[in-house]
Every structure is written in C-alpha cells, then in structure tokens.
C-alpha cells in the first residue's frame, strides 16, 4: 500500500461537526494514563461535555474504573475495532451523567495478530469511529502500555495526543521512542495528529526528585508540558477500586468538602492548554 494512498484516508465529517479525538498514550505502564483518561472524562462531563472513553487495554481498568462489571462487557472494543460491531452497540453508559464508555475486554491481548492480517490494518478504530462520534464533544481513548498495533490505531484515530508521564527517575526513558512513533504517525498516517501535550503524573512535593523530573522534561518539552502536574494522592489510587472516578469518590468520602484538592487538576491541566473545553462553565479553577 503506498504513503500517497494512507494519507488519502478522506475525513468523512468536517472536524467543526464531530468530537474532538485524544489519545493518552505512553508505552510504560504504571504511568496514569488510565487515571488521567478517567478523571479527565469525568472532568469534562462534569462541566457540561459529552464524553466517550474508548478502553484499548486488554487489562480493561478504565472499564474496571468506571464501575463496568466484566458481564456487563458484551460487546467492547475488540469487535469494535474488528468491525464486527457498530460503535452504538458497544457504547455503555455510566454512573456519570454524559459519560459513556466503550469497555475492554481480554481477547484484545490476541487482536494485535488479527490485526496484522487485515488490509489497512493501522486505520480500523478510525473508520470504526471517525464518522461516528457526533454525538460528543470529546472521545478519549485510552491505551495499553505498548506501542503496538492498538496503540497505533488509536494515533491513526486521534486529533491529539496527550502523554501522561511520571515524576520518577526513570520518566524520560522511552519517551524519544514515543515521540518518533507519534512523528511517524504524523507523517505517514495522520498528518492532522497534535501532541496535545505531556501531562506530569504522582508529582510528590516532598520529594527533592519530582522536582528534579519535573524540570528535565520542562528542559526538553518546554511548552509542550502541561503547568498542571496531578500529585501522587492515595484517593486517586483508591479510587478504581471503588468503581469511581476520584471526583466522586473524593467528594462522598472526605465529609461533604467542596471538591479541592488534586482532583479539579484534571480539569486545570485541560483547561489551561485548551479554554475553549470548558467554555460553558470555569467550575474547575483552583
Ligand atoms: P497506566 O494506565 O499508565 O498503566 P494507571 O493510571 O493505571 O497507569 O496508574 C498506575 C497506578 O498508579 C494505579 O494503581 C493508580 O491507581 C496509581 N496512580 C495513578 N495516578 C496516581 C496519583 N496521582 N497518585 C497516586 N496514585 C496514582
Ligand atoms: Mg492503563
């Protein structure tokens, strides 16, 4: 198949009329990219926006995260993305008023090899959603700690890029290979797609390291990283477990606080970059 062919894809809707599309993708896991896909979803509809979440990770923790039981995950983002079902049939609402969810199931951990044997294989979650995603302002997809065929799907889909990176020694290991593959993507695949930006995760101010980290990606980003950094709070890991985003989980159990605190950071962290997002409401300033 040649480049000129790839970069032919046409856009079945113009841009102003569909979802704006993010990826959180970064090839480490343990990173927050599930966490941030979760509390920025439940951010944006908490502030007036249709959101989808679109699970790619076979461990499925965003579905988990959501409160979406395994037996309520018939039709997911397997069959989804091998067109085996149509994106109204594998969308399930959640607790969160305007949020839905696509849930993940395991048999995505075998569709990286049912993938390669399809023809235009990296285009399949774009053509599953691209035309279909009207009935939202934002879809964020969320994607497994790999730069394999999902993940690429996922990019090919994807307006923007948003890469949660943690505030740990190691953080900056990897992201050049990511940072090639999002340039790939761009010039073979999706020459539309944004690195929307790098959003620093589990920032801890006590410790001298953060700070070090936090600095060394700044050095090398510059703009491209979000002022915002979530810091490292055990509510947001508790959260999952609970089936809550840690909006709502924080807000029912720290006695009737207004919601502060780290949290509303999701928020900030968007609507900084992107103040358009949350024009119908500035709930979210800290
Ligand atoms: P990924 O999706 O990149 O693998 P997760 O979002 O699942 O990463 O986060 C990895 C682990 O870190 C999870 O157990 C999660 O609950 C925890 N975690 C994520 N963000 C924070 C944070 N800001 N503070 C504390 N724990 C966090
Ligand atoms: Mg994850």
Known sequence: MSLARLEAEPRAVPAARRARIIALANQKGGVGKTTTAINLATALAAVGHRVLLIDLDPQGNASTGLGVERPARAVTSYELILGEAELDHAVVSTDIPRLAIVPASQDLAGAELELAARERREFLLSRAIRS??????EVLVDCPPSLNLLTINALVAADSVLVPLQCEFYALEGLSQLIRTIERVQRALNPRLDLQGVLLTMYDQR???????????RGHFGARVFDTMIPRNVRIAEAPSHGKPVLIYDHGCAGR???SGSPPRYCAA?????????????????
């Open 207 to 217: 410790n001298n390291l953060s700070d070090q980290v936090a600095a060394d990606v």
């Open 270 to 286: 968007a609507e900084r970059r992107h103040p358009q997002w949350f024009r119908p409401a500035g709930l979210h300033n800290e």
């Open 257 to 259: 606080r207004p919601i």
């Open 132 to 137: 279909r995603v009207r009935d939202y302002d």
